[in-house]
């Protein structure tokens, strides 16, 4: 089938890869003329692994770029809409860019078509999207509007689309409900996995996935719906972390025991330094201010954010408590982007503490895998780059673990310790063992469990980040 997906950022460059993969014929539109000039001469402008290949493997092929949507539209059989919805002042999503691609849509239908909202939006999307089509004068029997909401992570996209728990098409006639099937049977039926070039398949992968169809108003609240229950989670976790400090348990064995039970489950039950990301904080902000539109007051929306926040100023605190204080201090931070396997720094919490810090007088050396680059966008002075975890712990009077990458959580701990100032370690994101830390020679701070100190180094002494 011959798709068209409008948008080549994150979800539309992710989406028209793997649509590709799975044997489709797809137009890519932007109106980004650079944008889609670097695309063409086989840049890839964001860290994504399995990405890299399969703009490779179908550049020029399956895969062409455009920025004719009229033309695009005209020759596909359905329309993926992948446009940015960023949050207005007031939380909700901004829809202007949905709107203006339905505006332009309407000059391509010469023949009927499939809308397809891939964009996270709010409830009755569909509905307005539909509307603006026919006041540009199109015929209501050549097009039907549907819902087909992404689950991908950031970091892992390429097989969250190719091996998804669950594939969601919000359909409100029969006629979009078979086309969105035809295009997803390459995963239905099994056929893509059978293929010896498929993107290798991960561990607790469903194959095949299920089809779930519903209407398309069900379909856009199950997406702000699922992304706020996970930020809940990863929020009250946390929240018990906090307890956990304060009365001396472990949060990890906290995890342990609540996450083993089938009912609650074990992912996204990590204690760290909050969640960021472009997906989760505008999403439960428009899924707040789309249950205040119809009248309902999500407060438990409300705390989950204020959790979130509180966590990283939490975090600012254990600095202050393990160094007492903080202008002047050589600080070495590994982890800039939000998560990790990403170059993604959108509302991270690391960027969040560095230039906390930064205000507060502390010299920071930051290394991260990806995510430099964009950062050095960001705060362009004040921040020294190293180009490894070993550079930026050199001379540092403490090091901070701030983004959960792999190789962050298999140092060389030995080597680590010789080149801080101090073996201090403050660890937002409790990739270590504390009295494994503590064994190697490190004091160690980490979130939900007790500071641990090197044998003979009484913890008393450290009481408030200063001697007794």
Known sequence: MRIAVVGSGYVGLVAGACFADLGHDVILVDNDHSKLTALRNGQVPIHEKFLPELLTRHRGNRLTFSDDLKEAVRLSAAIF???????????????????????????????????????????????????????????????????????????????????????????????????????????????????????????????????????????????????????????????????????????????????????????????????????????????????????????????????????????????RSALWTLRGKNLGVLGLAFKGGTDDIRESPAIFIVQALIQEGSKITAYDPAAMPRTQELIPSGLTFANSPYEAAHGADALLILTEWEEFANLDLNRLRQELKYPIIIDGRNLYDSEGMAAEGFSYYSVGRAASYPDGVPAALFKNGKKA
């Open 81 to 319: 809409v992948a446009v940015g919805t960023p949050p207005t002042e007031s939380g909700e999503a901004d829809l202007s860019y949905v709107e203006s691609v339905a505006r332009e849509i309407s000059g391509g239908v010469e023949e009927y078509k499939v809308v397809v909202e891939k964009s996270t939006v709010p409830v009755y999307t569909s509905e307005w999207v539909r509307k603006i089509i026919l006041r540009s004068g199109t015929d209501p029997d050549l097009f039907d509007v549907a819902s087909n909401p992404e689950f991908l992570r950031e970091g892992t996209a390429v097989t969250d689309f190719l091996f998804p728990d669950r594939i969601v098409i919000g359909c409100d006639s029969e006629r979009s409900a078979a086309i969105l099937r035809e295009i997803y049977a390459p995963l239905t039926e099994g056929t893509y996995y059978r293929r010896s070039d498929a993107i290798p398949r991960p561990d607790r992968a469903m194959i095949p996935p299920p089809i779930i169809v519903t209407s398309s108003k069900s379909a856009e609240l199950i997406k702000h719906a699922s992304n706020a229950f996970l930020a809940m989670k990863i929020s009250f976790i946390n929240a018990v972390a906090s307890v956990c400090e304060s009365v001396g348990a472990n949060v990890n064995q906290v995890v342990h025991g609540i996450g083993t039970d089938s009912r609650i489950g074990r992912r996204f039950l990590n204690p760290g330094i909050g969640y960021g990301g472009s997906c989760f904080p505008k999403d439960v902000m428009a899924f707040r201010a789309v249950a205040r539109e119809s009248g309902y007051d999500f407060r438990l929306l409300d705390e989950v954010m204020h959790i979130n926040e509180d966590q990283r100023q939490r975090f600012l605190r254990k600095v």
